[in-house]
């Protein structure tokens, strides 16, 4: 991973988002309604995606059993991902 990759990555944490989700106008958010803070989509990106990612994938394909489309990811820190507003 590159410097600059990483750097762009930490930014985008500290909104409460990621690159790829900033580009399609989703959010990552706590149950409240609030961005998710730097701390939480550290170890939602780098520990839960680790988790959802050793175990097959099924962390991520859960998203499509679970009654509130959250990933073992989101479960972790309890947060949400939702399309912002325009």
Not at 32 to 38: I, L
């Amino acid at each position: 991973m590159s410097i600059l990759f990483l750097g762009i990555q930490i930014y985008f944490w500290t909104k409460g988002t990621t690159l790829g989700k900033w580009l399609l106008g989703m959010w990552v958010v706590y149950e409240d309604g609030r961005p998710a803070s730097f701390g939480t989509m550290l170890v939602r990106e780098l520990i839960g995606k680790l988790i959802s990612d050793l175990a097959f994938g099924l962390g991520y394909l859960w998203i499509l059993l679970d009654a509130q489309h959250q990933g073992w990811h989101d479960k972790l820190v309890r947060t949400y991902v939702v399309l912002r507003r325009a």
